[in-house]
């Protein structure tokens, strides 16, 4: 009497959300050391860009350990859809915690690891 639910199926790759890695690096006066600070200027641009449901639809995760503080560079991970959208918000912050900021978009990759050597390291 020890029935087994049968397993789940794996979803197939080409259902899978595809995935891209956004840099992007902090232009300002100051050092921005805190990531909290910078990931609350982007989720606050983009929530008021696009909305709860738009920013749930993009699955927009900030990646804190690839931020480098000393560079002020950093990785966001979107679908390939949002891509474009996600751009758009960074443009739009203004401000970093209390200081003035520009958050400009330096490049998108499909690999996290070429994506960190390439434009938050190199």
Known sequence: MNRQRPRLRPILPTLKEK??????????????KDFSDVSRAIWGSLLSFVGTRGAGEMGV??????YNAKRQRGLIRVAHTGLDTLRASLALVQ?????????RSLGASGILMKAHKKFVEG
């Open 19 to 32: 995935k891209r890695y956004l840099a992007f690096e902090i232009l300002s006066n100051g050092k921005m």
């Open 61 to 66: 995760i900030m990646i804190p350990e690839k």
């Open 95 to 103: 401000k970093v915690g209390d200081d003035d900021a520009i958050v």
